[in-house]
């Protein structure tokens, strides 16, 4: 691996999960059994970009302290969590019918009195719940490149990326449990 360009499969994994998540989300199709209660999954999602979150701090902690062995554990972990995220996201969506921020009733359409009820706060929830998807999909090849740097040991490139990434990754894993909190009175 120190020595491997991964780039084409960082670029395909990169494109492909995307347009897969997009896929099970947008297509109108008829919600899988996947044999158990997925109504928790949310919650989980939230306590795994929590988790992902508190493990972001502590990275940069680490590294800020040249604790190298506990940066690298703390990013390995998010990563796996993240990876976990994404699977059981995937599982919920092809599962459930999506939920829109103020279905009161929980019909699936946001009557006018319901978007009355919502206010304001329902614009504020859709600009966080957007730029969270943007950079959830963009976030994907930067936390690759940065932890293939890492990997070969080409530590000033990866330094140079982290600076970007992290804070991308940790405004996708806050806004993802601000997301969770500002939609769970609608599920």
Do not use: C
């Not at 059981?88 to 319901?114: F, K, Q, T, W």
């Not at 990866?158 to 969770?180: D, E, N, S």
């Amino acid at each position: 691996m120190k020595e491997k360009s991964m780039t084409v499969p960082i670029i395909i994994v990169s494109i492909a999960i995307p347009l897969a998540v997009a896929f099970i989300i947008m297509i109108p199709q008829a919600k899988i059994d996947v044999g158990f209660n997925t109504k928790v999954l949310p919650l989980f999602h939230a306590l795994l970009n929590s988790t992902t979150a508190i493990l972001l701090l502590a990275s940069l902690y680490f590294i800020k302290n040249k604790w190298i062995k506990a940066h690298k554990t703390a990013n390995l972990v998010a990563v796996t969590l993240s990876a976990i995220f994404l699977i059981s996201y995937v599982i919920y969506h092809a599962s459930n019918p999506s939920v829109r921020y103020g279905d009161i009733d929980h019909d699936g359409i946001l009557s006018d009195s319901e978007k009355l009820k919502a206010g304001s706060l329902r614009y504020v929830y859709y600009f966080i719940l957007s730029s969270h998807i943007i950079l959830s999909g963009i976030i994907i090849p930067f936390v690759l490149f940065t932890l293939q740097r890492a990997f070969q040991e080409k530590f000033d490139k990866h330094k140079k990326l982290a600076r970007i990434t992290w804070p991308l990754w940790f405004y996708v894993a806050v806004t993802g449990v601000v997301v969770y909190i500002m939609i769970s009175p609608f599920y």
